[in-house]
């Protein structure tokens, strides 16, 4: 082995220049894995870099790194101006975030918790949702509204509330709920850039969760365009609709359930507002059975309206059996954890709706 080495540096250059004809082989670059907190952290950091109105503000976004990391490094990279660190007055930056995008600035206003959001409610929808509208055009309100939605653990009924019905029953809002690291980033970006106030609801129990992330996705131009779904999982029997973290007690419900035979379409909503009735439709018409799943309550719900605009749309005829949801519990969310488990959509229950919907 030494001998070989010693003879490799005395021959110099001529055996460099060999070395370098050589041909390797050369492989396509690896996906890469990452977790979700990380995602959302890579789209605002490329998006700040991209465009100089953008800017972060919210409850210890900058100096903490952000209540859950999701900032983390952007306050040392880009300092005061553009990361601010606001007191606990949600009415109050939400509207001075709301003020800015009006003057031409591009801001994200991060909510702790989308519950802290009911405090701002009135500035969301009233001044960031309806002056577009209200000016005829001429006043476009460039904003992110973005932070954990949804149930936790452990954190009671103010803390546990999913608010994809409530802000995607308001016209002049987009409503966008990921669930992967690309779909984070991706439309992260995409609303970022969007003229319109987009309402951007992550979930806290995803974002420690790693995914791999396409050699398309690392790179700093991928979005993903709002109100496009996506088919998760290919099946024929029957179509499952989802969002945000429940996409994957729905795969999991689709893997056991396909040992028994039956093949699920698992369609991942991506975008609350617009719905993509059309891949939804597209779906039912293949496989003639539909099951909603969601976190949120149930009463006038995002699977009450996907059960509505199916049932008003070419798609019904294609039904051979009733559609069906499963939901949250209609009660305020319990503290305890065996209650708190029984209050939201498991992958039992998900498994127990679709036998019924299929009728085995």
């Known amino acids: 082995m030494a ?31 990452m977790m979700v907190r990380d995602a959302l952290n890579q789209a605002m950091d490329e998006e700040l870099e991209r465009d100089e109105r953008v800017f972060l503000l919210g409850e210890e976004v900058a100096q903490y790194d952000g209540a859950y990391k999701v900032s983390r490094g952007l306050w040392k990279k880009y300092g005061d101006k553009r990361i ?43 001044s960031a949702a309806k002056t577009c509208y209200m000016s005829a055009g001429r006043q476009s309100v460039p904003i992110v509204f973005r932070g954990p939605n949804g149930a936790s653990a452990g954190v009671g009924a103010q803390h546990s509330q ?14 966008v709920s990921p669930w992967s690291a690309e779909d984070a980033k991706g439309l992260l970006k995409s609303a970022i850039r969007d003229d319109n106030p987009v309402v951007f609801l992550e979930n806290e129990l995803m974002y420690g969760v790693p995914f791999e992330m396409s050699e398309e996705s690392q790179s700093k131009d991928f979005t993903i365009p709002i109100g496009k779904a996506k088919v998760e999982r290919q099946g024929t029997h029957v179509t499952v609709v989802t969002h945000s973290r429940y996409v994957s007690h729905c795969l999991d419900a689709a893997a056991v359930l396909a040992k028994e035979g039956v093949e699920c379409e698992v369609i991942n909503l991506r975008t609350i507002r617009p719905l993509d009735v059309e891949t939804i439709e597209a779906s039912v018409m293949k496989t003639s059975h539909l099951v909603t799943v969601e976190g949120g309550w149930p009463q006038f719900g995002v699977g009450a309206e996907i059960c509505a605009m199916v049932m008003e749309g070419p798609a019904f005829n294609f039904l051979d059996a009733p559609a069906t949801r499963v939901t949250g519990v209609d009660i305020p969310m319990p503290y305890a954890k065996i209650l708190e488990d029984n209050s939201l959509p498991q992958i039992k229950d998900i498994i127990a709706s679709i036998k019924k919907t299929l009728n085995v």
Not at 162 to 175: D, N, S, T
């Open 84 to 126: 601010i660190d606001t007191p606990i007055t949600e009415m109050g930056f939400t509207g001075i975030a709301v003020g800015a995008a009006m003057a031409g600035l591009r801001p994200i206003c991060e909510f702790m918790t989308f519950n802290f959001s009911m405090q701002a409610i009135d500035q969301v929808i009233n």
């Open 3 to 33: 001998a070989s080495v010693r003879c490799f540096l005395r021959s110099g250059k001529n055996a460099v220049s060999t070395l370098g004809q050589r041909g390797f082989h050369k492989s396509a670059p690896a996906s890469a894995q």
């Open 162 to 175: 999913c608010f994809a019905a409530w802000y995607a029953h308001c016209p002049g809002l987009k409503v």
